[in-house]
Every structure is written in structure tokens, then in C-alpha cells.
């Protein structure tokens, strides 16, 4: 039995945590299937704390994974299949055919990009390719690039990264790409399927859908229409279960907000605890 397991290995999981952790808890971190979260696919974080020079996604995970260690946070390189919070007993399957126990449940399982799987993607993503305009829409100040999605957001993201120095040369729908195109380091353009046409550029934005990944819980937990857990600041539907990060929030996907949440959750967890609830 397990006092605290938390559910995911991005900033809001690694900082619940650490706090967890430094209450001497000895919590128990799933890493799932994609140790990190969405955070290890963005290569220049400029607005992430602490860190006056740009820095990739990967270092600041390695370095709250770090202090998370240090502080005494246990490390399982698993994934949720199922939940049973139907009792005071938090019940967890996982993919390796564990049944693990908790008294507490902190789930910070992020939302992952809904990707074209195009080909070129997985090669120039990150090196052109993005789908944070927060994250990396300030790089392409004076330069060209493409927005790929349909719908009102394309709209808002022409706005946002016009007023970024940026020139918009086209909003593409993913059904009218063939391929993205490089050199052997970066991006260049993306080929039309209509005519075979290039749209030359220097960076592209995928504007889709963040999926939140809370397939897992099933209907354990109350949830919107999208997926996203439904919280009272990090309180779930279910008394001990807590929640942080991108799997709660519609919009705001931003790592420092992530990491706030999963030190309000560990909180809440460590009050619920003291309660002996």
C-alpha cells in the first residue's frame, strides 16, 4: 500500500512529486509510455523560469527529474491500463499486469498533439516544426511560416504570431498536405497535394487538438465533453484522487502551469492524508 502514486513524469507529475517527497512520503511516479510528457518535444523553452538563456524541454525534465530523485521520488517505467476508485483503496492496472494500491492518486497524465503522421513530421519536428505558439513563436520574428489546422484557432494563431515579428505565408488544412519537406537539419517548406505545389518556409505550427490522455481512467473520474478531468482546483469527483497539469485544462497547456498544479495536488493529497480520510 502506497501512501501517494502519481500518474505521469511531466512538470506537474515530477513536482507533485518532489513535494510529495520532501513531506517524506516516498511517493511512487508512473512514468508511462512517454517519460517526460510533451515537455521532451520541445527543443527552445524561453519563457520557462529561472532559465535567463533559451533551453530544450529535455534539460529542464532531466533537471526536475533530478531533484525529484534526490528528494526520494521512486521511479516505475509503467503505464495505467485500468483504475478502481470505487473504494477508500485507489486500485491501479498497469500495462506490466500490476495491480498497484494507494490511499492517494495524483493523475498527471498531459494531453499529447494530435500530429498529421505525415510524412516528414517526426523528422523536423522540433526542427521546424512545433505545435506550441507560446513556446517557440517568438524564434521566428522576421521570418516565414505556416500554420497547419482548420477552424477559428488558425485565426487566433495568425494574430498571435503576426504580432511575434512573424509573416504568415499560409493556412493549410492537414487533409491538403502531401509531405514536410527539410534539408538534413531543418524544415524548408511542405508540399501541397493538389498540385504538388511547395509552400516554402522556415517554421511550421501544427494547430490541432491536445488530446488529454485520461482514456485510462474510463469513467472513474468526471470529465468534460474533451476528455479533460473536471477539478476543483486540483480536487477530483473522487475524494483522495487529484489531478494537475494538461489533462485539466481545456487551454493554458504551458509547463510552469502544469508544475503549479502538481504542487497544489501533492498539497491536497498530503491534507487529505494528515486527515487520515
Not at 511512487?28 to 532559465?51: D, I, K, R
Not at 478502481?84 to 498531459?110: H, Q, R, Y
Not at 516544426?129 to 517568438?138: E, F, P, Q, R
Request: hydrophobic letters at 45%.
Amino acid at each position: 500500500m502506497e501512501n501517494i502514486i502519481i500518474i505521469g513524469s511531466g512538470p506537474a507529475g515530477l513536482t507533485a512529486g518532489l513535494y510529495a517527497a520532501r513531506a517524506g512520503q516516498k511517493p511512487v511516479v508512473l512514468e508511462g509510455l512517454e517519460s517526460g510528457g510533451q515537455l521532451m518535444q520541445t527543443q527552445h523553452v524561453a519563457n520557462y523560469p529561472g532559465f535567463p538563456e533559451t533551453v530544450s524541454g529535455p534539460s529542464i525534465v532531466a533537471a526536475m527529474r533530478r531533484q525529484a530523485e534526490k528528494a526520494g521520488v521512486r521511479f516505475v517505467m509503467d503505464a495505467v491500463e485500468s483504475v478502481d476508485f470505487t473504494g477508500p483503496v485507489k486500485k491501479l492496472m498497469t500495462m506490466m499486469g500490476d495491480t498497484l494500491e494507494a490511499k492517494t492518486v495524483i493523475v498527471a497524465s498531459g494531453a499529447g498533439v494530435t500530429k498529421t503522421n505525415l510524412p516528414g513530421e517526426a523528422k523536423y519536428w522540433g526542427r521546424g516544426i512545433s505545435a506550441c505558439l507560446t513556446c517557440d513563436g517568438a524564434f521566428y520574428a522576421g521570418k516565414k511560416v505556416a500554420l497547419v489546422g482548420e477552424g477559428p484557432a488558425t485565426a487566433g494563431a495568425k494574430v498571435y504570431l503576426t504580432r511575434c515579428g512573424a509573416e504568415v505565408v499560409g493556412i493549410v488544412a492537414p487533409g491538403e498536405v502531401a509531405s514536410f519537406d527539410g534539408d538534413a537539419a531543418h524544415l524548408t517548406g511542405l508540399t501541397l497535394k493538389a498540385d504538388g505545389s511547395v509552400l516554402a518556409c522556415d517554421g511550421l505550427f501544427l494547430v490541432t487538438a491536445r488530446t488529454p490522455q485520461t482514456q485510462f481512467l474510463g469513467t472513474a473520474l468526471e470529465k468534460d465533453d474533451k476528455g479533460h478531468i473536471v477539478v476543483n482546483g486540483t480536487k477530483t469527483s473522487v475524494p483522495g484522487v487529484y489531478a494537475a497539469g494538461d489533462c485539466i485544462h481545456p487551454h493554458h497547456k504551458q509547463a510552469v502551469i502544469a508544475a503549479g498544479d502538481g504542487a497544489v495536488a501533492a498539497l491536497e493529497a498530503l491534507a487529505y492524508l494528515a486527515r487520515g480520510a
